[in-house]
């Protein structure tokens, strides 16, 4: 067995952890379980710490239990929220959950055969045949309401801001959370907990009914939450969160959001979120400090995070696509990319819009770079730009008396006009 303890604490990904957890989990293989909120049909990179948790821990000899919360997510977690989330039905659950295992398969094992296999279960399973009654006899009884209403999460939502207070709905959260431990506990031989630091109220809940009513000890590990180094929250970009989905934030977005993180998060984040050993992860901090210009971790954290959540083909469109934007790119580079990703690329860049017909009989490029556009001010300064030979074409350059076909089209829809190095203009097919 590999030291997965040590291994998480070189990587600060060690928030809390009971007394005793790395001694149990070096004796034989474990299991362990995080739970993972069911309410989208994608995760997104918010839910990347808890899964290298798990894959992590799988990589340290031991068996990953990932809990679909189809139960809890229908009566909502009050840590670190303010309102209750939206129920959904069984079916809805059922898709994302299966959406959630697909993704999960990218960073887990779950069908090798190999004994540390990762299992998915779905609390709801459990959970929806247990009556109320039977609930707060064999589990409520033994959880006292003193107890309950110590932890942070509870009274963080009685004594704050919110006049609302909480639900009885919210407050049995933690009953069914841990519960949920003590079942896997019983039934997948499941000793370790883990999750967020905004967790440990819920999983001691979990090792204290293990404790009461299964006579046993079980054991609890949470990792930091992971901030951004100017204060705003990580996971978040201008258009919400970045999702896991590529339908949902595209392969070259999701890549830009981990090139553009600052150096300081850059040289955290490459630990956490990367498979990346100690000593290259050293050397690749030492050649960034030598030349941070050059960006080596931003580059090599985009490049390790993109290859394993969209692989290494979508990796390499993302890095093709920056080119074009960034660097040196041709027309053939252009072509290549598919017209989410132009949009992508040249997202806020100005627009017009010309008829079909107009490229069928061939739009000349003085028309295109101002009176049909309004991209340069007059025909004047379109002739000065074409004189200067300054003006491209889908990255190549064009001279006066050029025209625009529906050859010139790029996916059947756009047109790149450019001016200098960094001005951009799309025309757009109606």
């Known amino acids: 067995m590999k030291n997965f303890v040590e291994e998480l604490q070189w990587r600060g990904m060690v928030h809390d952890v009971m007394p005793d957890t790395e001694t149990h989990l070096l004796e034989q293989m474990r299991a362990a379980y995080i739970g993972f909120d069911p309410t989208a049909d994608s995760l997104h990179i918010g839910n990347l710490v808890p899964i290298m948790l798990l894959s992590f821990f799988q990589r340290a000899g031991h068996k990953p239990v990932a809990l679909v919360g189809g139960a809890t997510g229908m009566i909502g977690d009050p840590s670190g929220k303010s309102s209750e989330r939206n129920l959904l039905d069984e079916k809805t659950l059922r898709h994302n959950q299966d959406c959630v295992r697909n993704q999960l398969s990218q960073f887990l094992d779950f069908s090798s055969g190999a004994k540390n296999e990762a299992v998915m279960v779905n609390n709801y399973d459990w959970m929806k045949d247990f009556s109320f009654?039977?609930?707060?006899r064999d589990v409520g009884k033994h959880i006292t309401v003193n107890y309950m209403m110590s932890k942070d999460s509870v009274k963080n939502r009685l004594t704050g801001e919110n006049i609302?207070?909480?639900s009885f709905t919210e407050f049995t959260y933690q009953l069914v959370q841990g519960y949920d431990f003590l079942h896997l506990f019983q039934n997948q031989d499941c000793t370790l907990q883990m999750g967020?630091?905004?967790?440990?109220?819920?999983?001691?809940?979990g090792t204290e009914m293990i404790r009461r009513i299964g006579g046993a000890k079980g054991y609890a590990l949470t990792c930091p939450l992971i901030t951004k180094s100017d204060g705003s929250k990580f996971g978040k970009s201008e258009g919400g969160n970045v999702w896991l989905d590529a339908k949902r934030t595209s392969p070259y977005?999701?890549?830009?959001y981990w090139l553009n993180t600052s150096d300081d998060d850059a040289e955290k984040y490459i630990k956490i979120f990367t498979f990346l050993d100690k000593e290259t992860i050293g050397a690749l901090v030492h050649t960034h400090g030598e030349a941070p210009h050059q960006r080596a971790l931003q580059k090599r954290l985009a490049q390790e995070v993109t290859t394993t959540v969209h692989g290494k083909e979508a990796y390499d469109t993302a890095v093709s696509a920056s080119e074009i934007l960034f660097g040196k790119?041709?027309?053939?580079?252009?072509?290549?990319?598919?017209?989410?990703?132009?949009l992508d690329i040249f997202e806020g860049v100005p627009q017009a819009e010309v008829s079909r017909k107009q490229l069928t009989e061939g739009l000349d490029i003085i028309g295109a770079l101002a009176e049909q556009t309004g991209f340069l001010k007059s025909n004047g300064e379109a002739r000065r730009a074409l004189k200067e030979n300054s003006i491209s074409v889908n990255k190549e350059k064009v001279q006066e008396g050029y025209s625009i076909f529906e050859a010139d089209l790029l996916n059947d829809r756009f047109v790149l006009l450019q001016r200098g190095k960094k001005n951009y203009f799309i025309i757009s097919v109606l």
């Open 133 to 136: 009654l039977d609930f707060i």
């Open 164 to 166: 609302e207070g909480m």
């Open 196 to 205: 967020g630091s905004d967790q440990w109220g819920n999983i001691t809940t």
């Open 253 to 256: 977005k999701f890549y830009q």
């Open 329 to 342: 790119s041709t027309s053939d580079d252009l072509k290549k990319i598919d017209a989410d990703t132009f």
